[in-house]
């Protein structure tokens, strides 16, 4: 039996203890009440409430557009259906990136308004003062290196990253400067297995991978994505466990049937 299990609530010390231990951690996305009681009560340890909102919710072609206030109220929800799971927080694009002490109020009003345990946010040596400044307020900061979405138009596409020596060796020193900040975890997304199995060992904090191998502490997918209910997106790192793709329509045609036909409702089903 996992030594965790006798955990009633995932905190940010649990984490650590699992690293410590070998064993792994599991993390969804998560934007709504209903969905959160779900996944919190099959056993998952960490909700992300991210910034991909923008995306599977809100139907946008990158994470950009979604704002400070629509990511306090995704979180709202995700909070009031948890029980159990530690809940993250994207600091959405425009929230940061201008200066610490803008950084700074970004998280303080989502650690007030929501009742979430940690953000997280993307970046390297250019957010370390952002993340001493949110840390030394006694805000739980996850970090997040490799592909980062919120900068694809620099990047130009969604390929792997640090695939070269140079961009390998920069994310290496800026994963060991995002714990010395203080981040008590860090993703890696869409990175050389083995350059995250080499960032894995070297820190302290657990590293949550996508994309990135099975050497990280952890793994986190987009739960329209592996639910199946995002039909389009496919990458080589996904592992589909349900197709709700296609069995949402199903059940939706055949409720549209029995309507038409006047099947439902049936007397059974009427006062």
């Known amino acids: 039996m996992s030594y965790l299990k006798e955990f009633k609530k995932i905190t940010t010390h649990s984490l650590l203890l699992m690293k410590q231990q070998a064993e792994r951690i599991s993390m969804l996305t998560c934007y709504d009440y209903s969905m959160a009681l779900l996944l919190d009560a099959a056993g998952v340890d960490c909700l992300l409430v991210g910034d991909s909102a923008s995306n599977v919710m809100a139907g946008h072609e990158t994470t950009l557009p979604i704002t400070l206030d629509q990511m306090i109220y995704h979180a709202q929800c995700v909070v009031r259906g948890t029980k159990r799971a530690l809940v993250i927080v994207d600091l959405p694009f425009g929230s940061y990136q201008s200066n610490s002490e803008i950084a700074l109020s970004s998280a303080i009003r989502i650690m007030k308004e929501t009742g ?32 980062t979405p919120q900068s694809i138009y620099q990047f130009g596409s969604y390929g792997v990253r640090a695939k070269e020596t140079d961009e390998a060796n920069k994310l290496v020193e800026e994963a060991r400067l995002l714990q010395a900040a203080g981040c008590f975890g860090l993703v890696l997304e869409k990175i050389p297995a083995a350059l995250a199995k080499q960032v894995s060992e070297q820190l302290r904090i657990p590293t949550i991978g996508i994309g990135a191998g099975n050497a990280c502490d952890g793994q986190v997918l987009v739960m329209h994505d592996m639910l199946g209910i995002n039909t389009e997106f496919m990458p080589r790192f996904l592992r589909r466990y349900l197709n709700l793709g296609e069995l949402i329509p199903q059940a939706v045609k055949a409720y549209v049937t029995d309507v ?11 006062y």
């Open 116 to 147: 979430a345990h940690a953000i997280k946010l993307e970046g390297g040596l250019e957010v370390v003062d952002s993340i001493k400044k949110i840390v030394g307020a006694g805000i739980p900061v996850m970090g997040h290196l490799g592909l």
């Open 260 to 270: 038409k036909s006047q099947d439902f409702p049936n007397a059974g089903e009427s």
